[in-house]
Each structure stands twice: as structure tokens, then as C-alpha cells.
């Protein structure tokens, strides 16, 4: 009985542990990260089929980023602190928005805020799974578009993000050939549209 009793501590005291890495590693993120590139794979799962793409991030924090689908299609997302542009190419539009409303535009936008999500969100530790350290993220403001992000992360880096939203639908991401706080163009990050492509201002 006291060896069932002494297994569970120790099995508490472990998970415990396994649960501080999580937020440790997205502080230990937040804190030595200046910029960062990478590729990604996107899946996005609902009632359909799922939808897969992928490209190119760059980020420079606070604020400024570059998620650009390559595959199946062309699609840019750019934000530069101030405005947030999404540019179609195939369908020739460019929407724009103000930073403070579309910081859940991207992933992207999440990733290279200013360290306020402990703010923004309530964190919650989980358990290890494939070699990451996981925790939850859940936004503070009801009228956030997401229920809850989870992230993945080793050795102080984003490795996977899943997104669920309000509408039942889930975007897991996986990032690879990361780059850490790599000399960036200023010039990834600021967008002008195309002369020939209607423009749309939210």
C-alpha cells in the first residue's frame, strides 16, 4: 500500500513537472526570440474534407510578419505593427485591417505579439505528447474567434500550433527548417497592392 502510495506521488511530482515545461518553454520563447523563419504545413479539419497548405513565416516581434501560403494555392498575410494586409492573388484582392483588429488573422499574428499572452489568454499546462511540451491556451475575451490553442513546443521553439475555433473547426500547423532570430528585410513586412487588384479597407 505505501509503494502504491509513494508511485503516486512520484508520478504527481513528475507529471507536474512535465506540465511546467510547457509555459516554461513558450517564456523561454517569448523571451529569446527576436525573429524567426520556417517553414509550414497546414491542415485544417472540419465537417469536410480536410485542407492542406503550406508555405513560408517570417516574423520580426513585436508585431511585424509574413505567412505565405505557397501550396495548393498563392495567398500572403503581412503585418507590419500597424496594419494587417490578406492578399489573393488568384482572386485579386487585397483586405486591409487595423493591427488591434486582426491579431487572430493569422497564426503568424499570434506568434509575434509582444509577450501578452498571459495577458489575453489563461495558460494551462498538459502532459508531454510526441516529444513536445504542451500547453493550452485560452483567450480571456469572449469574443474571440478561437475556444482554445494549444502549442507544441522543444527546447524554447514552436513546433506545432492547433487552433480551434468557435465554428467546430480545427487548424493544426507544424513548423520545420526553423531559424532562430535570423537577419530579416525590414521590407518582407510592408505590402503594396498591385495596381490591378481591388482593394478592400475593414
Known sequence: MRIKILFGLITATVMAFAHADGISDLKQFLGNTHSLKAQFTQS????????VSSGV???MIP???????????QQLIVGDAKEVWLYD????????????????????????????WEKNYTLKALPDQDGLAWLEATPKRDDSSFEHIRLGLANGQIQRM????????????????IMSNPKLDT????????????VVRE
Not at 521590407?187 to 481591388?198: A, C, R, W
Open 89 to 116: 492573388q488568384d482572386l485579386k484582392q487585397a483586405t486591409s485591417k487595423n493591427v488591434a483588429n486582426a491579431l487572430e488573422s493569422s497564426p503568424a499574428a499570434l506568434l509575434a505579439g509582444d509577450a501578452a
Open 162 to 177: 492547433d487552433l480551434f475555433d468557435k465554428f467546430g473547426q480545427t487548424t493544426q500547423i507544424r513548423f520545420s527548417q
Open 57 to 59: 513565416v517570417a516574423i
Open 187 to 198: 521590407g518582407l513586412f510592408h505590402f503594396t497592392p498591385p495596381k490591378d487588384v481591388d
Open 63 to 73: 508585431g511585424k510578419f509574413r505567412w505565405e501560403y505557397q501550396k495548393p494555392y
Open 44 to 51: 485544417v479539419t472540419g465537417k469536410g474534407k480536410a485542407q
